[in-house]
């Protein structure tokens, strides 16, 4: 079983930046993808940015340019930073992970098996 828990949401005027971090209660982590997902009041869970084993990145095309996702596997940790943001960046952001591809990221949701409480992130103009 992995435990992953979230850290570094608040509320930040638009432009501002925020760096959420993941920490992730085993090493095998370092084996999946990991992504960071988001959901805003009354909207589906979006992808917002994937990582596979090689570091190979994906982001949904809103927040390309502005958002990057990283890991460390020495620390177990995921992180993503975000610059430039934007009220409609305003949701609640969580981490995942994907045990069963091989390491390999595919975009829905429903294909992640462990997932975070979330954190709070809020952009004001």
């Known amino acids: 079983q992995v435990q992953l828990v979230e850290s570094g949401g608040g509320s930040v005027q638009v432009g501002g930046s925020l760096r959420l971090s993941c920490a992730a209660s085993?090493?095998?982590?370092?084996?999946?993808?990991m992504a960071w997902f988001r959901q805003a009041p009354g909207k589906e869970r979006e992808t917002v940015a994937t990582i596979d084993v090689y570091d190979t990145t994906n982001y949904t095309d809103n927040v390309k340019g502005r958002f990057t996702i990283s890991r460390d596997n020495a620390k177990n940790n995921l992180y993503l930073q975000m610059n430039s943001l934007k009220p409609e960046d305003t949701a609640m952001y969580y981490c995942?992970?994907?045990?069963?591809?091989?390491?390999?990221?595919?975009?829905?949701?429903?294909?992640?098996?462990?997932w975070g409480q979330g954190t709070q992130v809020t952009v004001s103009s």
């Open positions: 995942a992970a994907d045990s069963v591809r091989g390491g390999y990221c595919y975009l829905s949701p429903t294909l992640f098996q462990y």
């Open positions: 085993t090493s095998t982590v370092s084996q999946y993808c």
